[in-house]
């Protein structure tokens, strides 16, 4: 696939000091706005469109930025990062989760031989991660979505996690996906790194594990908690909490999920710390899944350009006849005079 053209997001002198501009996970599409969300942080971020004299989009700027903290009750608090990697939004919420993984400490040039193999022999669980979270949104005085704690229709922000009550609870016991979870992200454990609503179905893409070259996606029915305001529990349907799904993508990981009418969009990537190949999937007839799937014949779609230790596409939105697409390790080239980073848009697919 061959970009159509480039888009700068304009992001402010705080979010570069906490470099959420080169550290981008996911994105969506609200109406005028983006949301945006970086792994390094606790924060969901707010781009504003601009348009050119014929109408046409050429940026996004005006960023806002949301402190998760503000809206609830985070496990660690709410300094400690929550590496979201997902969002999501419909029918007034705003959702975003975390990665749901642990970390193994990262090795760095420089480092000793003692202190690399130290480094590499820590693995520590950051509670912020195992989160999974909506936020109501209302309409300001611009017209502009804007999230609050407690929406005037009674609607109030909750969150799922941080009481063993997280999605690692919940498929702690799966034959799948359960012996992973005490595995850390870079080294095929559990990694969340998707996130995509239709009705009150979400779906939670897995770039790790992969299993014998199969994806994992699980869909939840979350609700919210009538005995603890603030907070969601997982609705059982049929006597079930969850529907595992298996896709596959070519021996790759979810790396993004996208709803488009009854299907989603999967871009997918390696599930481990390399770079390339990235591929974009379709699901068609996605939402029509009624039990846990097996799907080998999902549409390939086109590969996307990827660099060698930059340019990791993360997240996709569509934004009318367009995929938007953003990059974590945006390349030099990507990074603009107005502090902002370039996006691509190809055509829809």
């Given at each position: ?23 981008l996970s996911a994105v ?18 707010r781009l504003t469109e ?129 012996p992973f979870f005490a ?167």
């Amino acid at each position: 696939m061959i970009a159509a053209r480039q888009i700068e997001l304009v992001f402010g002198t705080d979010s570069r000091a906490a470099e959420t501009h080169v550290n981008l996970s996911a994105v969506r599409h609200d109406g005028r706005c983006l949301w945006l969300a970086g792994d390094e942080t606790a924060t969901i971020e707010r781009l504003t469109e601009v348009r050119g004299p014929d109408g046409t989009v050429t940026g996004y700027d005006g960023q806002v930025t949301y402190r998760l903290a503000d809206f609830v009750d985070l496990p660690a608090g709410p300094e400690e990062e929550a590496d979201l990697e997902g969002l999501a939004s419909g029918d007034g919420w705003l959702w975003a989760v975390g990665s749901h993984s642990l970390k193994r400490k990262r090795v760095k040039l420089g480092h000793s031989p003692a202190k690399s193999r130290k480094r590499l022999a820590t693995v520590v669980r950051e509670e912020n991660r195992y989160i999974l979270v909506r936020i109501p949104l209302e309409t300001d005085a611009d017209g502009l979505p804007t999230p609050v704690r407690k929406a005037a229709d009674g609607r109030r922000a909750e969150v799922l996690g941080g009481r063993d009550d997280s999605l690692a609870e919940l498929l702690a016991d799966d034959p799948h996906l359960g012996p992973f979870f005490a595995i850390p992200s870079k080294d095929n454990g559990v990694d969340v790194e998707g996130v995509a609503l239709h009705g009150d179905r979400i779906y939670v893409g897995f770039r790790g594990p992969v299993l014998r070259g199969w994806a994992a996606l699980v869909e939840v029915w979350p609700e919210s908690d009538p005995e603890s305001p603030g907070r969601m529990r997982l609705r059982a349907l049929n006597g079930e909490h969850y529907h595992t799904h298996f896709l596959d993508l070519d021996g790759l990981g979810i790396r993004d999920l996208c709803p488009d009418g009854d299907d989603l969009l999967v871009l997918a990537g390696p599930s481990m710390a390399l770079s390339g190949p990235v591929r974009l999937f379709r699901w068609r007839d996605a939402v029509r899944a009624t039990a846990p799937a097996f799907v080998p014949d999902l549409d390939r779609l086109g590969d996307l350009p990827h660099g060698q230790g930059e340019d990791h596409a993360e997240g996709i939105a569509v934004i009318d006849d367009s995929l938007l697409v953003v990059y974590d390790s945006p390349a030099a080239t990507r990074h603009t005079e107005a502090g902002g980073i370039l996006a691509d848009f190809f055509p829809r697919p």
